[in-house]
């Protein structure tokens, strides 16, 4: 069952309910905010404390950071981690593969808001699979005569027992940079947190696993050489928006991303498809 539904304040998002799995996409940003397989806990943790309203990042599920991650390169007045997220994206296709796998196609164009922040006519097509599985793909396609640059990140906040129980798996011995201390390191053997944490690996190349307890998320990327992992602990986490105090202890961020140096870029026509596959 595929159905365009609307909230109270008129809020879009489609619902997914087939014989595997159910989920929820807004238009807005075609923002993933619920991933839940039958007879399983959601996949995907969303704040209690998120707004759904049109031209606010929602807090939790996948947020899509586009056409740059983090801060804008030369304009903070721009927003973070671009304007994807709190765009109205156009409804492609829907399609019911086969009772266990939905398929459904999102569109953003550029419009003079984002012609205002990033001078470039371009194509972003968010493909979403929802099975047992969960995948997104974001193809962005360069329509115009001159070549620009992107970074980007499926943001994805995952649903955890509590902070004190996990560990992600995958990046031992890879550099990243510590966006706290703005120093290189290596990861030695798997990230457990006992503090703020938010750091970009760069060169990823294997498949990232959340280990909580009895548990293990598998998150598969192609066309993603950065990953980031990101828990704001409890301080910052009471300065956030749409957080609640103990929020930190509920969610972790594994990020599937081409950020700071991993940049993609684009020439007249050509286009890059990030791809994470979360099973
Ligand atoms: O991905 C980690 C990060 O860049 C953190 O530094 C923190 O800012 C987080 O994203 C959330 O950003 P947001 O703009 O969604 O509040």
Same mark, same amino acid.
């Given at each position: ?85 709190? $765009?109205?994206? *156009?409804? %492609?296709?829907?399609?019911?593969? @086969? ?6 196609? /999102?569109?953003?164009? !550029? ?49 955890? $027992?509590?902070? *004190?129980? %996990?560990?992600?798996?995958?990046? @031992? ?6 966006? /706290?201390?703005?120093? !290189? ?52 986490? *009471? ?6 105090? @103990? ?33």
């Amino acid at each position: 069952m595929i159905s365009l539904k609307k909230m109270q304040n008129r809020f879009e998002y489609i619902s997914i309910d087939n014989d595997s799995a159910s989920a929820k996409i807004a238009l807005q940003g075609a923002h993933i905010f619920e991933f839940k397989p039958h007879n399983k806990r959601a996949i995907l943790w969303m704040s209690q404390a998120s707004d759904y309203e049109n031209s606010k990042a929602i807090r939790g599920g996948i947020p899509i950071c586009w056409p740059w991650f983090g801060q804008h390169a030369t304009d903070e007045s721009f927003p973070q981690h671009g304007f994807a997220r709190t $765009s109205m994206f *156009s409804h %492609v296709e829907s399609k019911e593969v @086969d009772t266990h796998t939905t398929q459904v196609t /999102l569109k953003l164009q !550029h419009y003079p808001q984002s012609l205002a922040m990033f001078p470039y006519r371009f194509e972003l097509l968010v493909k979403i699979t929802v099975s047992t599985i969960l995948s997104i793909e974001l193809t962005t396609t360069n329509l115009c005569d001159k070549s620009f640059e992107i970074t980007q990140a499926l943001h994805s906040y995952f649903n955890i $027992s509590h902070i *004190s129980n %996990v560990a992600v798996h995958g990046l @031992d011995k890879k550099r990243y940079y510590d966006a /706290l201390t703005g120093e !290189h390191q290596e990861q030695v053997g798997d990230i457990t947190f006992s503090e703020e944490l938010d750091r970009v690996y760069q060169e990823v190349d294997s498949v990232i696993s959340l280990v909580d307890k009895a548990k293990v998320i598998n998150i598969e990327n192609e066309g993603s050489a950065s990953v980031v992992v990101w828990n704001p602990w409890c301080e910052k986490c *009471s300065k956030m928006s749409a957080m609640e105090n @103990d929020s930190y202890e509920t969610f972790v961020c594994i990020e599937s991303a081409n950020a700071l140096d991993d940049f993609i870029l684009l020439k007249p026509n050509e286009s890059h498809t990030l791809k994470a596959t979360i099973a």
